[in-house]
T-cell receptor, first 111, second 112 residues
Framework: DAKTTQPPSMDCAEGRAANLPCNHS???????VYWYRQIHSQGPQYIIH???NNETNEMASLIITEDRKSSTLILPHATLRDTAVYYC????????????FGKGTKLSVKP | EAGVTQFPSHSVIEKGQTVTLRCDPI?????LYWYRRVMGKEIKFLLH????????ESGMPNNRFLAERTGGTYSTLKVQPAELEDSGVYFC??????????FGPGTRLTVL
């Protein structure tokens, strides 16, 4: 699975959009981009995933560049409860295997 | 739909003792995974079951760790004997297919 690079930390004002970037320049054609987050010491929480097209669900939007070498997770109206570590993970579409967690981005939402 | 559950939520044991962690996956999920995070480190994969069979146990740190999945339902992870470096949070995840894994709340293990 391809390696990802994320900034170690970001701040966001409450109510504003949080845009979390991820670089995955070595991604291959059948690899998906997944986003998870871990709030404090809870279990990682699935947010969203995508292959080529932009995706949106009730939690977030995922924007993937045309060359697929980077992506951005967007939380449209961040709340204090969105403070967490966000992980961008690239994984083969045919894989049943494990997720490889990096250090992620620590997002702090401030009032 | 009930999520992944883990028991106990916390366990404090002394070095040399045995501890057994339990994970109940989401009903119908054939894939079950164990991960752990030790102090200051990233979340690391331990092993993966497909139904009752071990698909991948490449992340198991040593032979003091034994995982089972009875009848393809719940799974247990036994640490015997526990060492200080085993302290951390153990997560279980389940998945119905090849994609999204859903995680439990974790078991915090402290070895004194």
């Amino acid at each position: 699975d391809a390696k990802t690079t994320q900034p170690p930390s970001m701040d966001c004002a409450e109510g504003r959009a949080a845009n979390l970037p991820c670089n995955h320049s070595t991604i291959s054609g059948n690899e998906y981009v997944y986003w998870y987050r871990q709030i404090h010491s809870q279990g990682p929480q699935y947010i969203i995933h995508g292959l080529k097209n932009n995706e949106t669900n009730e939690m977030a939007s995922l924007i993937i560049t045309e060359d697929r070498k980077s992506s951005t997770l967007i939380l449209p109206h961040a709340t204090l409860r969105d403070t967490a570590v966000y992980y961008c993970i690239v994984r083969s579409g045919g894989s049943q295997g494990n997720l490889i967690f990096g250090k992620g981005t620590k997002l702090s939402v401030k009032p | 739909e009930a999520g992944v559950t883990q028991f106990p939520s916390h366990s404090v044991i002394e070095k040399g003792q045995t501890v057994t962690l339990r994970c109940d996956p989401i009903s119908g999920h054939d894939n079950l995974y164990w991960y752990r995070r030790v102090m200051g480190k990233e979340i690391k994969f331990l092993l993966h079951f497909v139904k009752e069979s071990k698909q991948d146990e490449s992340g198991m740190p040593n032979n003091r760790f034994l995982a089972e999945r009875t009848g393809g339902t719940y799974s247990t992870l036994k640490v015997q004997p526990a060492e200080l470096e085993d302290s951390g949070v153990y997560f279980c995840a389940s998945s119905p297919s090849r994609r999204t894994q859903y995680f439990g709340p974790g078991t915090r293990l402290t070895v004194l």
